[in-house]
């Protein structure tokens, strides 16, 4: 399958690492709005977050080289103006994280297009862990891969809604900086894709404050998943000034009784039969940045596990909201590619 990579931002750069650390996708063409193709290289080579990459690119007048890969560099507006069979592509993984038009996509002659954010236009939503045995690739032809904050959270939700039955609960997001924020107060910031046209805290100072806000995570869950809605689970976020991994705060009520011990034992299990790299366990006294680059999506503090009167579950979980979320978009392709 050749794949065409749209937008190498921080989730595309992440997604390009991690096919060319596992050679697992074959990349063939990257479309940038970004016109430097000496920068587009650099970008891809450095990065402060994770590091320098060793297996570095070259770039040359049209298309970029490392030792496992040459990719076709391209600078079309939209993905309809690409001329897809041109260059052979089967796949897009789109990463740009702009609104698309979902019926002109499926158009368009690749198979199949993965959306690296929830999309209620999309054929199939999609998270590892609670639905990809779903995936029909006769069928589905335009696929979101959700959200870094719903990738983490729903497969624990099911894990105990199949086990307990959830009646109602509450998560606190608290998530890194992202780069549509301001370094010191400016003017309010709009987002088009979450539908804000003037968010007046998120033109404050991201590396001075903690800023509260509203969060799409249970949006995107519901997404995936009708039954967890605003109506069974309430939700805020926290944006903080660090640069990577985010952390969920999760406290639920369930039906059926349930003490500790039990509930370290089901997320022990689950960690023990899963087939992808999506829950596990830590007990170890960690913080956020002994997770980054993590390809679990959803981390268990146990330290801060409990159980009180058989019926409140309380949890904390860690994520790395750009490597870990890209390594599941890389997995989800690969099942696709599987079925």
Not at 48 to 64: M, P, Q, W
């Amino acid at each position: 399958m050749r794949v065409l990579l749209n937008g190498v931002g921080r989730i595309g750069k992440a997604i390009l690492r991690i096919a060319n650390e596992d050679k697992t996708l074959n990349i063939v063409a990257i479309n940038e709005l970004n016109q430097n193709i000496d920068n587009i290289t650099y970008a891809i080579n450095y990065d402060s977050t994770y590091g320098k990459l060793h297996d570095k690119f070259v770039s040359y007048e049209t298309y970029i080289q490392n030792a496992h890969f040459k990719i076709k560099i391209i600078n079309e507006s939209s993905l309809e103006d690409i001329h897809y069979k041109d260059l052979n592509i089967d796949i897009v993984i789109d990463a740009s994280g702009a609104k698309v038009d979902v019926d002109v996509l499926k158009q368009l002659s690749p198979k199949a297009f993965f959306l690296t954010h929830p999309s209620k236009n999309a054929d199939m939503n999609v998270i590892l862990g609670v639905n990809e045995d779903k995936i029909d690739s006769t069928l589905h032809k335009i696929i979101s891969t959700s959200s870094c904050n719903a990738t983490a959270l729903l497969p624990v939700l099911k894990l105990i809604d199949d086990n307990y039955k959830i009646l109602c609960g509450d998560i606190a997001t608290i998530h890194p900086l992202l780069n549509h924020q301001k370094a010191l107060d400016a003017h309010c910031v709009g987002s088009s894709n979450r539908e804000v046209e003037c968010s007046f805290e998120f033109g404050r100072s991201s590396t001075q404050n903690i800023i509260p806000s509203k969060t799409t995570t249970i949006d995107a869950c519901t997404l995936v998943n009708k039954k967890f809605n605003h109506g069974l689970i309430s939700s805020n976020s926290f944006r903080v000034p660090t640069a990577i991994v985010g952390a969920i705060n999760l406290c639920i009520f369930v039906e059926k009784d349930i003490n500790k011990e039990s509930l370290i034992r089901l997320c022990e299990d689950a960690q023990d039969q899963q087939k992808y790299r999506v829950i596990y366990n830590s007990t170890e006294p960690l913080v956020s940045g002994d997770f980054t680059q993590c390809k679990y999506t959803s981390i268990i503090d146990h330290r801060f596990t409990n159980v009180i009167q058989k019926k409140m579950i309380k949890m904390v979980l860690w994520y790395d909201n750009e490597w870990g979320y890209a390594s599941k978009v890389v997995d989800i392709v690969g099942k696709f590619f599987s079925k």
